[in-house]
């Protein structure tokens, strides 16, 4: 199983990035695919997921109406476009896979990680 997110780093405020996730070893189509962030000293935050089955999304608070999560089944890839960013967006970006078809956000309900990609969002 492999997922390789890219598309990270710096930008300055009120920009975008679009961040994507490969995948490959498992099958995209069965499986939640979610987005987390890391900073600094912080936990580990669930950003946003979805349900390949059936396209149901779930944003955190912090990014709603300004992250969109989309997934590619035919390329086993799913996206994180993120608009507006703000400083407290900068953390190292990791798309995770679960096999529990519905909307998962505890980090401990994915089997599957990636190694991260840094987002630094400049003032």
């Known amino acids: 199983v492999q997922l390789v997110e890219s598309g990270g780093g710096l930008v300055h405020t009120g920009g975008s990035l679009r961040l994507s996730c490969a995948t490959s070893?498992?099958?995209?189509?069965?499986?939640?695919m979610g987005w987390f962030r890391q900073a600094p000293g912080k936990e580990r935050e669930a950003v946003s997921c979805?349900?390949?089955?059936?396209?149901?999304?779930y944003y955190g608070d912090s990014v709603r109406g300004r992250f969109t999560i989309s997934s590619d089944n035919a390329k086993n890839t799913v996206y994180l476009e993120m608009n507006s960013l703000k400083p407290e967006d900068t953390a190292v970006y990791y798309c995770?896979?679960?096999?529990?078809?519905?909307?998962?956000?505890?980090?401990?309900?994915?089997?599957?990680w990636g190694q991260g990609t840094q987002v630094t969002v400049s003032s």
């Open positions: 995770a896979a679960s096999t529990m078809a519905i909307v998962v956000n505890p980090p401990a309900l994915y089997e599957h």
């Open positions: 070893g498992f099958t995209f189509e069965y499986y939640t």
């Open positions: 979805i349900v390949n089955s059936d396209g149901l999304t």
